[in-house]
């Protein structure tokens, strides 16, 4: 199964990155099956800028407010300011959803960072490919 991402979700949650570099940023994404719609920005409760722990209030208010406009959330991202797009060894031990989709921005002040899709279990991980594309039914 292969996922595709709005280009506007991407560059919000690029942008998300960058803002908040040097620490990690965490979100969560909205759209579809098979379809990431929007980027929703959440705190990050860590104070450790090399985690993030997505905060539960912020969560819930984004499930609600994507179930209102007839979507829901399908998954979660956050950065690496420093490294590659790939799971930290920290990421599969501290997973707070596990079997979830995780989008991870790598670099993101690179020109073109680097971002992949994995889902994600407690001591592993599988890479799930992503395309940036519109869907036909947006106007
Ligand atoms: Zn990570």
Sequence with gaps: VSWRIRPSALAEVVAHARQVAPAECCGVLVGRPGQIV?????GNLSDD??????????????????????????????????SAAVPSERDLAELSYPD???????????????????RMER?????????VARDADQS
């Design 100 to 118: 979830c989709l995780y989008l991870i921005v790598g670099r993101p002040h690179d020109a073109a960072p680097e971002v992949r899709l994995f």
């Design 123 to 131: 001591g592993g991980s599988t890479e799930v490919a992503l395309s």
């Design 49 to 82: 800028p090399n985690r993030f722990l997505i905060d539960p209030k912020d969560h819930l208010a984004a499930l609600h407010a994507s179930r209102r406009a007839g979507l829901d959330v399908v998954g979660f991202y956050h950065s690496h300011p420093r």
């Design 38 to 42: 929007a980027a929703a920005p959440t």
